[in-house]
């Protein structure tokens, strides 16, 4: 999804300022949404790549005046009316106007150390990979609607295959709910003046993880 979320190589937002000591939570409603959305997680009601698309969709003006766990609670407020759980109205109210949905799992306190640990999204492969270690790729110039995890920094640009790292589900199609569709993911090395531009340091190397279905043969 091209989106004000994919800020890559984006100009006139200034250098990224880390905080100095900068704690786990900035406010006590931080750490509510984040528990917030691991329990919603666990009921398997959508997957990890609609959790992103999901933020993708804000609005850019919302986008850009939110915070990291603001954004997290704008989407699941989203998903949450999206899946029938509740509507805008009840959330706005606070409570709920209704009976609620009956959900398949919910998470317990026994469940709360399994649910901090990422899955595994490796999958058996449908075929050979298509590229090996050492050959010269071309991302491609796409430009969809929906999640995509290829950076537009990245696209219609030549680089090298660094590594396989195996098959794994398809982000861009488990994002819009059209199955794993598990694809080959490679590392990719670009020179930097690949990316931008003779300006850029000469020595400097950029990598992305990139799946099969974006590259073709330079």
Known sequence: M????DMGGMHGFGKVEPEENEPVFHAEWEGRCLALNRAMGFTRLWTIDQTRAGIEELPPDVYLSSSYYKKWALRLEN???????ADAEEIRNGHAARPGRPLKRKLTLADVDASLTRGSYARPAPAPARFKVGD????????????????????DKVGTIAALRGCHVFPDTAAIGKGENPQWLYTVLFDGRELWGEAAESLLKVSIEAFEPYLEPA
Request: avoid cysteine; hydrophobic fraction near 30%.
């Open 79 to 85: 998903m949450v009316v999206q899946q029938g759980l």
């Open 2 to 5: 091209d989106g004000i979320h």
């Open 136 to 155: 010269r790729v071309r991302t491609k110039n796409i430009h969809p609607a929906t999640h995509t995890r290829l950076p537009r920094y990245a696209r």
